[in-house]
C-alpha cells in the first residue's frame, strides 16, 4: 500500500489488525520499530516514521520492539507485489535461500542475473537482497530467543548463520544488544505479563529456564519435546473450513487432520556439499538420506478476550515441530504460511469480489482462504488422482500410493506412519506398478510423466516459480488439462489468480456458463479469482466433489 502518512496513522491508532505486516512504524523519540498492532501507548504522529518491510525499519537504525514482535507480523501475498520478480525473490529469501548459497545462485534459479535481482529487490523493498536475507535471519533467531529454550548456539544455526560468531556480531550491531540479553528481558516481559494478568501468555517450550542459557552456544542441546511457535495472520479466518478442507483430502499415515488440527510428516532438503540453500532446491522432492524429516501439528488456541481496540483475531495459530526439523525451521516456518495461506488480506479480496457480485458482503466471504501444500509434488499428484473420482475415492488412492511408495515414519505422533513418495520413487515405478493401486493406465501413466519432469528438474512445484512456463509445461504432460494444472497453481504455486474455468461446479455457480464465457465473467475477479473460485466451491450446494 502507499504509505500516506494520515492513513498509517489512523490504522495505529486504531491497532487495526488488517495492516499488521503491511506496514511498520518505527518511533524516532525511542529507535523502536513496532506493528500496527502494538498495544503500547500510541506515540505522537510526528515522531512516527512509515515501512513497508521489517528490512526497511531496521535499515534506518530502528530495532524490534519485544512487545509486539516485528518477525511475526503476517507478510504479504503474491499479489501484493508490484514487481514479480523482486516477489519471487523475496519470497525465495525469506524461506532461506541465501543461507549457505550466493545471489548469483538464487538469480540462476530465477531465471536472471544477480544485477536484475538486486535492482528489483531494492526497488520494491527498499533495501539490498543480502540486507532482507540478514533481517529475516535475525528476526528469526529473535523468534526462537523469545518463543523457545534452544540454546543459543542452536538458534543461531537454526536462523542461517553459518557460525555463533557472526550471529552474536550481526545481533549485537543490529539490535545492541546480546543474544542472551534480550532472551533475559523477553523473559522477564513474560512473566511482568503474567503477574499483571493482562492476557494468555505463551511461555518457552522447554522446562530450563532460558534466562540460564549458556550464550557460548555449546549446550547440551534442544529439549526432547517439540517446539511450539506462533503463527500469526490478518483476520478473519475461517478456521474450520480450512481444516475440514485439509481434513477431507488427508492422505492416510502422511497426514491427519480432526478436531480442528491438522498434523502431517514433512521432508526438507538439506543443504548440498555445493552450498545451494535448505529447502530451495530445484529438486526439491528428490530424497536423500541427508533429507530433514519429521512432523508437524497445527491448531488454532482461542484468545480469552479481545484486545482493547482493533480488529479482534479468533485466536492464535499454534504449531508444534519435532525437534528433528530445528534445522530447517526457516523453509518450514515459509510453508506452513502457505498452507494455511496466513498472508492473505480477506478485506481486500472481500471487498474486491463484494464489487464484482461474487459475494454478498464481506461477512458472507467469511475469511476464505486457499489452503497450499508441505509438498508441491505430493499435492500435484493428489490432483491427478482426483480426476473424475470423488474426493473420498481420491483420498483413498493416496492413501495407498503414500502406503506403497512413501518411506516409513516413527514419530511422537500416532497417526503419522509415512513420509509422502518423493518424484525419485515414482518415477522409477513402471505404469503398470500404479495403475495397481486401483487407477486407469492413462492416470498412472500421468503420475508417472509428472514424477519424471520433477526428477528430471524440469518442472519445479514451488511458490515463487514462473507461473506461465509452469502452466505450459504441466499441460504437456499426457494426462494433465487446463484444470488440472490451474487446480495444482492455485493450492502448489500459490498463484492467486488461479482459475479452473472448465470446472463444472463454477460454470453451473455461474449461470451454466462455457468455459470460456466463465472466464469472460470473472475478468473483474482478478487478481483473486482462486479466492473466488475457493468461495463458490465452498458455497455450491450440494457440496461439491473438487479434489
Given amino acids: 500500500m502507499p504509505l500516506d502518512r494520515s492513513s498509517c496513522y489512523r490504522a495505529l491508532t486504531a491497532r487495526d489488525a488488517r495492516f499488521d505486516g503491511v506496514f511498520f512504524v518505527g518511533v524516532t523519540s525511542t529507535r523502536i520499530y513496532c506493528r500496527p498492532v502494538c498495544r503500547v501507548k500510541t506515540p505522537r504522529a510526528g515522531n512516527c516514521r512509515y515501512f513497508s518491510h521489517a528490512a526497511a525499519a531496521e535499515r534506518a537504525g530502528f530495532r524490534p520492539c519485544l512487545r509486539c514482535r516485528p518477525e511475526l507480523a503476517p507478510g504479504n501475498a503474491m499479489v501484493d507485489a508490484t514487481a514479480v520478480l523482486a516477489e519471487r525473490a523475496a519470497r525465495a529469501i525469506a524461506a532461506g535461500a541465501l543461507n549457505g548459497a550466493s545471489l548469483d545462485d538464487l538469480a540462476s534459479s530465477l531465471?536472471?542475473?544477480?544485477?536484475?535481482v538486486r535492482r528489483a529487490v531494492v526497488s520494491h523493498v527498499g533495501v539490498s537482497p543480502l540486507d532482507l536475507a540478514t533481517t529475516h535471519r535475525l528476526l528469526l533467531a529473535k523468534r526462537l530467543l523469545h518463543e523457545t529454550s534452544l540454546p543459543i548456539g542452536q538458534v543461531a544455526f537454526a536462523a542461517g548463520f553459518e557460525s555463533l560468531r557472526r550471529f552474536n556480531a550481526a545481533f549485537k550491531v543490529r539490535y545492541r544488544l546480546a543474544p542472551a540479553a534480550l532472551r533475559r528481558e523477553a523473559l522477564h516481559d513474560v512473566r511482568a505479563q503474567a503477574t499483571a494478568g493482562s492476557r494468555q501468555v505463551h511461555t518457552p517450550t522447554t522446562s530450563r529456564d532460558p534466562a540460564s542459557d549458556d550464550p557460548s552456544g555449546t549446550g547440551s542441546g534442544a529439549d526432547a519435546d517439540c517446539?511450539?511457535?506462533t503463527l500469526e495472520y490478518r483476520p478473519p479466518l475461517h478456521w474450520e473450513a480450512l481444516i475440514a478442507f485439509l481434513a477431507a483430502r488427508a492422505a492416510p499415515g502422511a497426514e491427519w487432520a480432526a478436531?480442528?488440527?491438522?498434523?502431517?510428516?514433512?521432508?526438507i532438503a538439506r543443504p548440498p556439499s555445493d552450498g545451494a540453500s535448505l529447502?530451495?532446491?530445484?529438486?526439491?522432492?528428490?530424497?536423500t538420506s541427508d533429507d530433514v524429516i519429521g512432523d508437524i501439528e497445527v491448531a488454532m488456541r482461542p484468545t480469552p478476550r479481545s484486545p482493547s481496540g482493533g480488529r479482534r483475531r479468533d485466536g492464535t495459530i499454534e504449531v508444534r515441530v519435532s525437534p528433528s526439523l530445528v534445522s530447517a525451521l526457516m523453509p518450514l516456518l515459509a510453508r506452513l504460511r502457505d498452507l494455511l495461506d496466513l498472508d492473505a488480506n480477506p478485506d481486500a479480496i472481500a471487498r474486491l469480489l463484494v464489487r464484482a457480485g461474487v459475494v454478498s458482503s464481506a461477512a458472507?466471504?467469511?475469511?476464505?482462504?486457499?489452503?497450499?501444500?508441505?509438498?508441491?509434488?505430493?499435492?500435484?499428484?493428489?490432483a491427478i488422482l482426483g480426476q473424475q473420482v470423488s474426493v473420498k475415492g481420491a483420498t483413498t488412492l493416496m492413501g495407498r500410493l503414500v502406503e506403497r511408495f512413501g518411506a516409513p515414519y516413527a514419530g511422537a505422533h500416532a497417526q503419522l506412519t509415512r513420509l509422502m513418495p518423493t518424484a525419485a520413487?515414482?518415477?522409477t515405478c513402471s505404469t503398470s506398478d500404479i495403475a495397481s493401486l486401483g487407477m486407469p493406465a492413462t492416470r498412472a501413466n500421468a503420475v508417472r510423466a509428472l514424477a519424471a519432469a520433477v526428477e528430471s528438474g524440469s518442472l519445479s512445484l514451488t511458490p515463487g516459480g514462473d507461473v506461465d512456463r509452469t502452466l505450459r509445461i504441466l499441460t504437456?504432460?499426457?494426462?494433465?488439462?487446463?484444470?488440472?494444472a490451474h487446480y495444482i497453481a492455485m493450492r502448489a504455486l500459490r498463484w492467486p489468480d488461479a482459475f479452473p474455468a472448465n470446472d463444472l461446479v463454477l460454470r453451473r455457480a455461474a449461470g451454466n456458463l462455457t468455459a470460456a464465457q466463465l472466464v469472460t465473467r470473472a475478468e473483474p475477479w482478478r487478481p483473486w479469482r482462486a479466492y473466488a473460485a475457493m468461495?463458490?466451491?465452498?458455497t455450491a450446494s450440494p457440496a461439491p466433489s473438487t479434489t
Fill in 111 to 116: 531465471g536472471v542475473t544477480a544485477r536484475h
Fill in 227 to 229: 517446539l511450539v511457535l
Fill in 259 to 267: 478436531e480442528g488440527r491438522y498434523a502431517s510428516t514433512v521432508r
Fill in 279 to 287: 529447502g530451495h532446491v530445484t529438486r526439491a522432492t528428490a530424497a
Fill in 364 to 382: 458472507s466471504f467469511g475469511g476464505v482462504r486457499i489452503p497450499g501444500t508441505l509438498d508441491g509434488f505430493a499435492l500435484a499428484v493428489r
Fill in 425 to 427: 520413487s515414482i518415477a
Fill in 476 to 484: 504437456s504432460l499426457p494426462g494433465i488439462g487446463d484444470w488440472t
Fill in 535 to 538: 468461495h463458490l466451491w465452498r
